[in-house]
């Protein structure tokens, strides 16, 4: 598929649950829909600028009827996606600019913000359902983990936290240790068993919930700068329980494996723009994986053309399918490149300063 114009910088992006759209949010305050086809061909289906200032993050309910906005203005926008026209605005709903959001149920969604401030939400009601103030630096990722009603965050102050949704305490289930490293991204693996979190100077910190939340359990050297950005792979690709791909801000996009660890190849690439989005469609078994940098293009990527080794293997029984078990800490990290494995450390400009660039009012 070819590179998606916008016209301004892409801040976040997020793919429709069901049906083939991606929103993305951007740095002139816009949100713009777009429709694409298995033959890659995309129209815009709607455009509107509910503020001035940039939309940093999005989030769509369940069954995509409502899409979630919020950036700069520090304000919720929730936009009905069949007609493109705002739905509902909570102004004010943080004292600071809000850098992400993830829905969780489908009368629950989350915030948090460059305090570190994190929020719950049912969209019924119009005050917060609960406050979280654990952190003391802005939330750069969610990761929602259903099955045990447990919501992950990672902050710039170096740690990682775990908030029991169903509790009525404003405190978290658990929090890590200082990590002595932002962490600016999230995903998991092994259905779940694991956690992997990328960091400000370029290593993957593996955290297992069997062995509590404190500290990792290892650290995976070899992307030379920041990683911005994770993203696993739907269950229909046999490697899903432990290959990963990595958004970094040397504008890269990687597949990595991790039992064992290998670097298996580049999937896009952003030339000079770091990129700090990736997100894969919900529709047709996770074909397409869109990425965002600095530039005002959306990049759709066929997955299906990267893993088309694995077509003739994604049909067969689980106990035939390759594996490749095995725990990270006596993996064999041979096939990262030495020249990887220095972790350079990024600009705080480039990866996450991006106040500079914002538009005032």
Same mark, same amino acid.
């Given at each position: ?5 916008v ?22 305050g816009?949100?713009?829909?777009f429709?694409y086809d298995?033959?890659?061909?995309y ?10 200032r ?14 979630h ?23 004010d709903?943080?004292?600071?600019p ?5 829905q969780?149920f489908?009368?629950?969604f ?5 305090d ?5 939400w049912?969209?019924r009601?119009l005050?917060?359902i ?10 750069? +990722? ?6 045990? =009603?447990?919501? !992950?965050?990672t @902050? #710039?102050? %170096?740690?990682l936290?775990?908030?029991?949704v169903?509790g ?12 002595e ?5 999230v ?5 779940g ?11 993957l910190?593996?955290?297992?919930a069997t062995?509590g939340w ?10 030379p ?8 792979l739907?269950s229909?690709?046999?490697s ?15 597949v ?12 896009? +690439?952003?030339?000079?723009f770091?990129?700090? =989005?990736?997100? !894969?469609?919900q @529709? #047709?078994? %996770? ?8 530039e ?7 997955l299906?053309?990267?893993f088309?080794?694995?077509?003739s293997n ?5 106990d035939?399918?390759e594996?490749d ?22 600009s705080?400009a ?5 106040e ?6």
């Amino acid at each position: 598929m070819p590179d998606i114009p916008v016209g301004s910088q892409i801040f976040d992006l997020a793919f429709h649950p069901t049906n083939t759209t991606v929103y993305t949010g951007l740095l002139d305050g816009q949100i713009k829909a777009f429709r694409y086809d298995e033959q890659g061909q995309y129209q815009q289906t709607f455009a509107l600028r509910p503020s001035k200032r940039s939309c940093r993050c999005l989030a769509a309910n369940e069954d995509g009827s409502r899409l979630h906005g919020a950036g700069k203005a520090k304000s919720i926008f929730t936009i009905d996606t069949a007609t493109g026209d705002i739905f509902d605005t909570r102004k004010d709903a943080h004292d600071s600019p809000i850098n992400r959001t993830k829905q969780l149920f489908p009368n629950m969604f989350c915030t948090g913000d460059d305090d570190g401030v994190i929020k719950l939400w049912d969209p019924r009601q119009l005050q917060e359902i609960r406050r979280y103030v654990h952190h003391f630096d802005f939330i750069s +990722d969610f990761l929602w983990l259903g099955n045990k =009603r447990q919501l !992950i965050s990672t @902050s #710039g102050d %170096g740690t990682l936290s775990v908030i029991d949704v169903r509790g009525k305490k404003p405190e978290p289930l658990a929090q890590s240790e200082d990590q002595e490293d932002e962490l600016l991204s999230v995903v998991t693996i092994k259905n779940g068993s694991k956690v992997v979190v990328g960091t400000q100077l370029g290593i993957l910190s593996i955290f297992n919930a069997t062995h509590g939340w404190g500290d990792c359990v290892d650290r995976v050297p070899g992307h030379p700068q920041s990683i911005d950005a994770l993203c696993g792979l739907p269950s229909s690709y046999p490697s899903s329980h432990s290959t990963i791909l990595t958004g970094s801000s040397d504008g890269l996009m990687r597949v990595v494996q991790l039992f064992p660890t290998k670097l298996l190849g580049i999937v896009a +690439d952003h030339g000079s723009f770091p990129i700090e =989005r990736i997100a !894969i469609d919900q @529709s #047709g078994e %996770g074909r397409w994986i869109g990425s965002a940098g600095h530039e005002d293009v959306l990049k759709m990527t066929d997955l299906r053309e990267v893993f088309e080794d694995e077509d003739s293997n994604r049909d067969a029984p689980p106990d035939e399918r390759e594996s490749d078990e095995g725990e990270c800490g006596s993996t064999d990290r041979s096939n990262v490149p030495a020249d990887a494995t220095e972790g350079e450390v990024a600009s705080d400009a480039e990866g996450r300063g991006k106040e500079s660039s914002e538009p005032e009012e």
